[in-house]
């Protein structure tokens, strides 16, 4: 199991200026926040970090692939992804993640973990409706497709459009607007 501990950067011992930081990351990542919506993962975040006297600015970026199942078949496909996150590290009192883009940590830190800023930005970056690409083009075929194409409503013919039921035809007279 992933451990959280490898998304500790250990920004005390680096030197003013622009840092690259790489991770890979792996079903097992999602696996230790209990989030089960992927098949597999493979993606790769880079981390730039920006070290200045008082604060610290990180770019994360991520791309990569996520076996995913479809929401019509549910037929596994890779669904590839791609993310950015930027967030702005200040020192202050105490810990404070409140602000979606500013992360207030205690002076004394030595270390920032990314770990869930890198889970948040990933789960995000897969669209709400996974849809197989074969579906969409027309090339899928499973039996989930052909179930649903036998349950399509069929198109009525335009001779049974003009014949009414007869019992709703009395209900026709009622009509005053005529």
């Given at each position: 199991?992933?451990?959280?501990?490898?998304?500790?950067?250990?920004?005390?011992?680096?030197?003013?200026?622009?840092?690259?930081?790489?991770?890979?990351?792996?079903?097992k990542f999602f696996?230790?926040?209990?989030?089960?919506?992927?098949?597999?993962?493979?993606?790769?975040?880079?981390?730039?970090?920006?070290?200045?006297?008082?604060?610290?600015?990180?770019?994360?970026?991520?791309e990569g692939t996520?076996?995913?199942?479809?929401?019509?078949?549910?037929?596994?496909?890779?669904?590839?992804?791609?993310?950015?996150?930027?967030?702005?590290?200040?020192?202050?009192?105490?810990?404070?993640?409140?602000?979606?883009?500013?992360?207030?940590?205690?002076?004394?830190?030595?270390?920032?973990?990314?770990?869930?800023?890198?889970?948040?930005?990933?789960?995000?970056?897969?669209?709400?409706?996974?849809?197989?690409?074969?579906?969409?083009?027309?090339?899928?075929?499973?039996?989930?497709?052909?179930?649903?194409?036998?349950?399509?409503?069929?198109?009525?013919?335009?001779?049974?459009?003009?014949?009414?039921?007869?019992?709703?035809?009395?209900l026709k007279d009622?009509?005053?607007?005529?």
């Amino acid at each position: 199991m992933t451990t959280r501990k490898e998304f500790s950067i250990p920004f005390s011992g680096l030197k003013i200026g622009a840092h690259t930081f790489e991770f890979q990351i792996k079903n097992k990542f999602f696996e230790s926040f209990e989030y089960h919506e992927f098949n597999e993962a493979n993606i790769s975040v880079q981390v730039q970090l920006n070290k200045m006297t008082t604060v610290m600015e990180l770019d994360m970026s991520a791309e990569g692939t996520v076996n995913v199942a479809c929401d019509l078949t549910n037929e596994p496909f890779d669904q590839a992804i791609t993310a950015s996150l930027q967030l702005v590290v200040k020192f202050g009192e105490e810990f404070n993640d409140e602000d979606d883009e500013i992360l207030v940590i205690p002076h004394g830190e030595h270390q920032l973990n990314i770990a869930q800023y890198i889970y948040e930005m990933l789960v995000l970056a897969v669209p709400p409706k996974r849809i197989h690409p074969g579906v969409e083009d027309g090339s899928l075929q499973s039996e989930a497709l052909r179930k649903l194409e036998e349950l399509q409503p069929k198109e009525t013919n335009k001779n049974d459009k003009d014949k009414t039921d007869p019992r709703w035809d009395a209900l026709k007279d009622l009509l005053t607007d005529k």
